[in-house]
């Protein structure tokens, strides 16, 4: 089965850069997404990030774009999303999720999830 695990999170002040890691095993097919949602306290779980196995292409939200930045390493089995520039409103837990096939922005989409990591933006 899939299997993800979300590192990196923590509390930094607004401006600050961070990188979050989404560590992956057990695709059994080369046809995949691997995306980044987002849930604060009291609010939808939101869509912030995508990449495509097979051929590199990327989505970001019209909210992050600009400052972050998803990528992946094969070598490692690891995709990346790294966010600059924070922002108190970037604070959420931070899930990474998959699916086989073309990426969604539904959550409801997504077979395969991480526990999340917490992401704190204050001063």
């Known amino acids: 089965q899939v299997q993800l695990v979300e590192s990196g999170g923590g509390l930094v002040q607004p401006g600050d850069s961070l990188r979050l890691s989404c560590t992956y095993s057990?695709?059994?097919?080369?046809?995949?997404?691997i995306a980044w949602f987002r849930q604060a306290p009291g609010k939808e779980r939101e869509a912030v990030s995508c990449?495509?196995?097979?051929?590199?292409?990327?989505y970001l939200s019209d909210s992050v774009k600009g400052r972050f930045t998803i990528s992946r390493d094969n070598t490692k089995n690891t995709v990346y999303l790294q966010m600059n520039s924070l922002k108190p409103e970037d604070t959420a837990v931070y899930y990474c999720?998959?699916?086989?096939?073309?990426?969604?922005?539904?959550?409801?989409?997504?077979?395969?999830w991480g526990q999340g990591t917490q992401v704190t933006v204050s001063s």
């Open positions: 999720a998959a699916r086989y096939g073309a990426p969604r922005v539904g959550v409801n989409e997504y077979d395969y």
């Open positions: 057990g695709f059994t097919r080369e046809s995949y997404a």
């Open positions: 990449i495509v196995n097979s051929d590199g292409s990327t």
